[in-house]
């Protein structure tokens, strides 16, 4: 067994750990673990109420069962989760990487289907109507804004119910005045090497001045990922994969 420090990737929404298929063998010999959000495509633990903070919660948890601590990745959701264990449990952490670092922005505004999901009645209606697309459809939607259809039918396959519950929960608890804490502490992060993935084709998760201004209170570094969008890890694994394993090798205890 390799005794480099593993590696922990977190996904984001409306995903499951499939969108790190393509990197996660990538990265040489380090254990991966791929976190797998309660809800989607899994069940909830009992009196999940399936906010942020109770998400980042669970997150700590899986991270102290891996044993030691370990270079933590995430990308979308997983990139909010990723920052708030920085702030709150570096012990945990060898390092930090996340691609949603302008999300803790103070000038960052929830992306628009963001917001229907923050609005009651009209985000009920838009996961209902997620739920009954057939899936082929639904597969293909997800092909057509560029996710490989092996990681499209992984996402598809996990809406249901419950995911729609729990996506309507996450972001009505990350509402701008309840994120509030987690921008607060963002400086907290700076306790662990970290590094803000910027792809310059993402439109959910801030403008490039944004990002860089987060990453300043974060301590981070920027690194930018040119032509791909919000799916970089799946739209270029080569270059995800070595981004990555060069960031883990520079920040190794």
Do not use: K
């Not at 790190?20 to 109420?49: N, T």
């Not at 669970?58 to 995430?74: D, K, S």
């Not at 009920?124 to 899936?135: D, G, T």
């Amino acid at each position: 067994m390799s005794d480099a420090t593993p590696v922990v990737l977190v996904h984001g929404n409306p995903e499951t750990p499939a969108v790190w298929d393509l990197v996660a063998d990538r990265l040489g010999s380090r254990p991966v673990h791929r976190a797998h959000l309660p809800g989607f495509g899994r069940p909830v633990p009992a009196d999940f109420a399936a906010t942020m903070d109770e998400y980042a919660s669970w997150l700590a948890g899986e991270i102290e069962a891996v044993g030691t601590p370990v270079h933590l990745v995430g990308h979308d959701w997983g990139g909010a989760l990723t920052l708030r264990v920085a702030e709150l449990r570096p012990d945990l952490l060898a390092s930090w990487a996340s691609d949603a670092v302008g999300l803790l922005h103070p000038e960052y505004v929830w992306h628009d289907l963001a917001q229907v999901w923050q609005t009651p009645g009209a985000g009920e209606e838009a996961v209902a109507a997620m739920a009954a697309l057939p899936a082929e459809d639904a597969v293909a939607g997800f092909e057509a804004i560029g996710i490989p259809r092996a990681q499209a039918a992984a996402f598809v396959a996990a809406i249901d119910d419950t995911f729609g519950r729990c996506v309507l929960a996450l972001y009505r608890s990350a509402v701008p005045e309840l994120l509030r804490p987690w921008r607060d502490a963002l400086a907290q992060a700076a306790q662990r090497p970290g590094l803000a993935v910027r792809s310059t084709g993402d439109p959910y998760v801030g403008d490039g001045r944004l990002v860089a201004e987060a990453a300043e209170a974060a301590g981070a570094e920027v690194a930018v990922i040119d032509g791909c969008g919000h799916w970089w890890m799946l739209e270029d694994p080569e270059r995800a994969a070595a981004l990555l394993t060069a960031w883990f090798a520079r920040t190794d205890p």
